[in-house]
Structure formats: structure tokens, C-alpha cells
């Protein structure tokens, strides 16, 4: 039904179906409700009908909506698979949580506080913190990973797109958790080596 | 013994116990009287809690400072947070209307243990002014969020014992009240009162009940052992001594989550009442609505752990946790469809407690819509801690639970209090609320999917908009409910008096009893025939003196 090429995508889709069937049945269940308090009201009906309940309608509203949430489960599901399936070959970066800064880990050594990334290429990201809990949150990407002082959490990730976002901390921690802010980078391949090595180059 | 017999019956206001005054209120363990204490402890509790939200909205009107600095900011979000959920939500219905109404409504005297329930509410004081007390202690009001995650709960060097203890003896009221109820609903039921006869909201505070009894003792443990973690470096969560963070979440969350539908599930009861009283006919599907609090309680208490999906946790647990999460929201779908249904062919009155009833489906409807969304894995890993969750908890929380209890005040005041409150004044309030309440809450859930985190001080200039829209809408809100509070509270000397028994035209038993209720509260012992809701006298008697006439 979807194109669930990317998670960024798939995360938008999902979010489009749910939002879709809420709108649908939020307008149905209120207009249905105002034109009974209109049609009913007691200036037009003086005499109530005592109606007790209906068996099959009862079924008929538990079973549509299981049918319903089903299906957001599913894409839920579908899209979360992906951040947490492995790939091989990818880019290594330990993302490392502070009160209140990010630090970012290349395999190669290089430590940076903004995140740059290589475009179409994956990606692994290893989370973990210092200190308190944080939460490594990139909105763009539609994803965050709780930042534990205790556990390194994987996730998979990859993008075509280029450009510059922001990186925030989602978990509170703290005096200046409203200020963790930094930027990712999305460059091409050959733009990310270069300034890797740079990097690498500026460490010794 | 006879004339002790008189004196108890007069409405519980004017009963002349062995105290007079402030401690003839303070002492009793009249069922009814104990409600007041808690309606007037909890409205002053939830006056703070406004002032500290509508401080915060004030602080978020553009970027950048503007009256507090960051530290303040985040001990009043903390303290709104612990204020509004422990000291108004959570006792707003079961304490006030289920201490009040439950016993009359099953046809008893009073609860199962009267002192019991006078102890609860002294422990409800306590723990309260012990958290409210924190604010002026030396080291600082807590700033860790009403959730107090470890580590950061740990390392704070803020008044972080007072408010967890306080929070413990809040369980405490909790537990002692939900065991009250139980018993009460067991032992205590009049004549003819099958559980399939008890009105609705006797249901839902009975599966409220329960949880309170069966969940609160493992956020009491949890607290104290913060607690104990704090003051003596036992490490059970903090890594730092050894111990996990994340075996707090999920202490924290097995009460916290279940506390949800303590919050929620009584207002439910609360709809399934005014409903039917306002339409005059009979609910729609008596036991579905009944079973399906009990279906809430039981699947609610299973779905903790969707409020750490980004902390982490097997894949497995992260698909069972997902798909129970869709699973909770059917029995909230089966009540609305419902309550939809009673009013076809009834004979409806719009008013004001209605109007309340109407508000709740809507605003809890798309409380309810908004949290199939962060139901959904991948998009969880998107809105988790953002505006949008704190957008999707006051649709829930306020639209639902607060518009059900201000549905319970405007429902039970007369009988209450024997003066009824200006009607006009009532559904203005209505209307300006509602107005106000859906822009503030409403453009949370855009720049929550936008990318603004929750608990934030100050924050990027694209949500400025947002923000601004949400202040002003906190204006309007906070006017609504300055005009229903006023007019509830000028009834109370002014308003119109009110002696007949059955002002709305119920079935329920709290409507024979005299206005306001005596002392144990019927003048003569309650015989139950017929249903909570059955208008069937109107289908005999009418058609009976039609043919009379004729």
C-alpha cells in the first residue's frame, strides 16, 4: 500500500493512516451525537423509547475497530523493523549523552559534537550516556533512543537526502536539558571521508 | 434512642454532632461530610496547580526569558505535574462524588469503615501539604518531573524526599479509600441491589477501586525506595551504585499507567449517569458499559512499558506491549459508541451537566485518537517526550477526567447542597472553557510532530506560533473556569433552593432521599426492584392516567 523505502517515509505513512481513520470516525461519532441532541431534543421528542442495547451492533463496533487498530499496529510495526534490523557494512558512530552536550564517536577515533553522517550509506548508531538519562532525538529523521548510563542501544539508519538538522535531548535531565541542542550533517560519501580524515588528521 | 433517632434525620449540613463548626467537619465520619472535605481540600490543591500551568504558558509565550529562569521553570512543571495528577485528578471523583454518591447510590448508610475513611483523608492532607511544603524548604522545590526517573532523581540536590514521601502517603489515602469501596459494594448493598443493578458509576469506582488497591502498593515500595536509595546509597537504580534506571521505569510505570485509568474510569461512570438522565430513557447496552470498565481495569493494568519504548526493551516486548496498547483502546471505543446510542430516541435536555457530558465524548475522543498514535512503534520513536504526548494527556486527562468531574459538580450540586446555580452562567462557563481548552492544548500535538520536546524552557523560533496560540488560549481557559467556579460557589448562599428530592428526574437512589441527603442518608430503607435506569414507571404510569382521562 505504502512505499516503505525509508523509515523517514514509512513513519509519515503511518502517521497519515491513523490520523486518517481518527479524523473519519472523531467526525462521524460527533456529527452523529449533535444531530441526536438536535433531532431528540426534548422540545421536538417529549417521549423517550426506552432502547436497551442491540447485540449485533455491539459486535459489529468491538470487532471494526480490532479490524482498525490492527492495521496501525502493523504499520507501526513495519516501520520500527527497520531501525532495528541489522546491516552490515555500516558506518559506525557512538552517540554518547552529557549534561547537557552530545558527543559523537567515529570508528576511526574522531570525536565531534555535531554528527555528521554520509548520505545513501547505512548507518549504526551505539547510544549510551554519562551521567543521567538523555535522548538522542533527531525530529527530522522521526526518531529518538533513550540515552541510558547503563545500556549501549543499537539502532540501523540511512538517508538520501542531504542537508543540516537538529539534534535535541528528549529525555529531561536537568538545568539545561532545553538547551542540548546540536546539528547533523548529511553530506555525500566523498565529502564525509574528506572531512573524516580532516578530522582524524586535526586529532594527532 | 428515639430522639437520637430525630436528630439524625436532617440533612447532613445541619446535623449537630458533638463538635460544632470547623471540627464538627473535621472530626466526621459521615461519608458525606468527609466528600466536602475532600471538594474543598482538592478545589484549593487544583487552584495551584492552574497557577503554576498558567505561570508556565506565561513563561513559553515567546523565546527566550521572560519571567523565570530555567530552574524555576522546572520546579513548576514538576510541582503542576504532582499537584494535578495526586491532589486533583486521582481524588476528584472517587474521594469527592465516589465518598459522597457510592453509598447512597447502592442504598447504604455510609461506607464499610467510616473512621477508615476520615484516616484517608487526614493521610490525603499530609502527603499533600508535605509536597506543597517542599516548594519552601531549604535546597529547592523538586525539579525532576513529577515522574522522578533515575539517575537525575538521584543527583538532584532538591527537596526530592519530602515530595516522594508525600506522594507515598497519597498512595496510602488511595489504597485505604479503594479498600472502603470495595467492601462497601460487597457487604453494603440494599435490598435488591444485584450487581446488575447498580448504577454505572457504582461500576466504574468499583473497577477503580480495585486497581487502587491491587497497583498503588507497588509505587508506595517504589518511592520508598528512592527513598532509601537517596539516603543511605543502597543502589537498586542508579548505575552509578550498581543498579538500573530502567527497572525504575518500569516499577514507576506498573502503578503510573494503571493510575491513568484510576484518573479516567470513574469520569467514565460519571458520563454513563448524566447520559441517561438527560436523554430519560434507559442506556444503551448496560452491560457492556459496565463490563467494559472492568475489561479497562484488566487490560490497562498490561500496557506499562508503552511509555518506554525509546528506553528500550526486547523486540518482543516492544511488539506484545504495542499491540495490547491497541487492545486497551476497544472497551474505551465500546463506552462512546454507547453513550452515542443512549441518545437516539431519547427526550434530551441540554443542560449544563450535559453539555459537561458532551464535551467529555468529543475531548475524549480525540485524547483517545491522539494516543492510538504514539500506540504505533515507529511513530512512538517519533513523538515520544514531545508537546504531543502532553498535548494527548490533557485531551485525556482534563477534557476527559476534569470535564467529567465539572459534569459530577453541576450533576450533584442541588442534591449536594440543596441550591441549584445559575444555568445561563453554567454553560457560559461551558462554552468559554471548551473555547480555551482547545487552543491550548491543540497546537500540542502540532509542534509535538514537529519536533518540540516536552519539559523545554525555552525553544527554537518556528514553534513560536504554537506557543503563543496555546497562552492565549490559556487565558480563555482559565477565564471559563473562573465563571463556573463562581457560579457554583455563589449558589452555595444564593442560589435558587432546592428541597424537591428528584431534581433531574433520576432513577438512581441518591434521588429519593431527601435534599440535602440526612444524616445516614434515607428516611426510610431503600427496596430495589428495577434497574439503575429503567424509565419504564413513565412507560406504565402515563399511558395508565392517559387512559384515565380519557
Known sequence: MFNESNYIDSVNNAMTFIVAISTILLVGITITMLYFVYKYNAKRHKKAVNIEGNMTLEVVWTIIPIMLVGGMFWYGYLGYNTLVTPVDNATKIKVIGQMWRWHFEYENGVKADTLYLPAAQPIQFEVSALDVSHSFYIPHFRFKQDALPNRNRILWFQTDEKGTWDIACAEYCGLNHWNMYTKVHVVDKPEFDKWLAKQAAGTK | ?550
Do not use: C
Open chain 2, 1 to 550: 434512642m428515639s430522639s437520637t433517632t430525630s436528630d439524625v434525620n436532617v440533612s447532613y449540613l445541619d446535623y449537630k454532632g458533638k463538635h460544632s463548626g470547623l471540627l464538627g467537619w473535621i472530626t466526621s465520619v459521615d461519608h458525606k461530610r468527609i466528600a466536602i472535605l475532600y471538594l474543598v481540600s482538592m478545589l484549593v490543591f487544583f487552584s495551584v496547580g492552574v497557577t503554576f500551568g498558567f505561570l508556565m504558558r506565561l513563561e513559553l509565550i515567546a523565546p527566550g526569558k521572560t519571567i523565570m529562569e530555567p530552574q524555576t521553570y522546572n520546579a513548576i512543571f514538576t510541582l503542576h505535574g504532582l499537584i494535578m495528577i495526586f491532589l486533583f485528578i486521582i481524588p476528584g471523583l472517587p474521594a469527592v462524588f465516589g465518598n459522597f454518591f457510592l453509598p447512597i447510590m447502592v442504598g447504604a448508610p455510609d461506607v464499610a469503615f467510616p473512621r477508615l475513611n476520615l484516616f484517608s483523608w487526614y493521610l490525603f492532607i499530609i502527603g499533600g501539604l508535605l509536597a506543597i511544603a517542599s516548594i519552601f524548604m531549604p535546597g529547592g522545590a523538586p525539579d525532576t518531573g513529577w515522574t522522578f526517573y533515575i539517575p537525575y532523581s538521584i543527583r538532584t540536590t532538591t527537596n526530592v524526599i519530602p515530595a516522594l514521601f508525600g506522594a507515598v502517603l497519597l498512595g496510602f489515602s488511595s489504597i485505604l479509600t479503594g479498600i472502603n469501596f470495595v467492601v462497601t459494594v460487597h457487604r453494603l448493598r440494599a435490598k435488591g441491589m444485584t450487581f446488575w443493578k447498580m448504577p454505572l458509576f457504582v461500576w466504574s469506582t468499583y473497577a477503580t477501586a480495585w486497581i487502587q488497591v491491587l497497583v498503588t502498593p507497588i509505587i508506595g515500595i517504589t518511592l520508598l525506595m528512592v527513598i532509601v536509595e537517596r539516603t543511605l546509597g543502597v543502589g537498586m537504580f542508579d548505575p552509578a551504585l550498581g543498579g538500573d534506571p530502567v527497572l525504575f521505569q518500569h516499577l514507576f510505570w506498573i502503578y503510573s499507567h494503571p493510575a491513568v485509568y484510576i484518573m479516567i474510569i470513574p469520569a467514565m461512570g460519571v458520563i454513563s449517569e448524566v447520559i441517561p438522565v438527560f436523554a430519560q430513557r434507559t442506556i444503551f447496552g448496560y452491560k457492556f458499559v459496565a463490563g467494559s470498565s472492568i475489561a479497562i481495569a484488566f487490560l490497562g493494568s498490561l500496557v506499562w512499558a508503552h511509555h518506554m519504548f525509546t528506553a528500550g526493551m526486547s523486540n518482543t516486548a516492544m511488539i506484545i506491549f504495542s499491540a495490547l496498547t491497541f487492545m486497551v483502546s476497544i472497551p474505551s471505543a465500546i463506552k462512546v459508541f454507547n453513550w452515542v446510542a443512549t441518545l437516539y430516541k431519547g427526550s434530551i435536555r441540554t443542560e449544563p451537566p450535559l453539555l459537561f457530558a458532551l464535551g467529555f465524548i468529543f475531548l475524549f475522543a480525540i485524547g483517545g485518537f491522539t494516543g492510538l498514535i504514539p500506540g504505533a512503534l515507529s511513530v512512538n520513536l517519533n513523538i515520544h517526550d514531545t508537546s504531543f504526548i502532553v498535548g494527548h494527556f490533557h485531551y485525556v486527562m482534563f477534557g476527559g477526567t476534569g470535564f467529567g468531574i465539572f459534569a459530577a459538580m453541576h450533576y450533584w450540586w442541588p442534591k449536594m447542597f440543596g441550591r441549584m446555580y445559575n444555568r445561563t452562567a453554567a454553560k457560559t462557563g461551558f462554552w468559554v472553557l471548551f473555547t480555551g481548552f482547545n487552543l491550548l492544548y491543540f497546537p500540542m500535538f502540532i509542534m509535538g510532530w514537529l519536533g518540540m520536546p516536552r519539559r523545554y524552557y525555552d525553544y527554537l523560533p518556528e514553534f513560536h506560533i504554537y506557543h503563543l496560540i496555546s497562552t492565549v488560549g490559556s487565558w480563555i481557559l482559565i477565564t471559563g473556569l473562573t465563571i463556573l467556579f463562581t457560579n457554583l460557589i455563589h449558589a452555595l448562599r444564593k442560589g435558587e433552593k432546592v428541597t424537591e428530592r428528584n431534581y433531574w428526574n433520576g432513577e438512581t437512589l441518591e434521588w429519593i432521599t431527601p435534599t440535602p441527603p440526612y444524616v445516614f442518608n434515607f428516611d426510610k430503607e431503600p427496596v430495589v426492584e428495577a434497574g439503575p435506569y429503567e424509565y419504564k414507571r413513565n412507560d406504565v404510569l402515563e399511558p395508565a392516567l392517559e387512559e384515565e382521562k380519557a
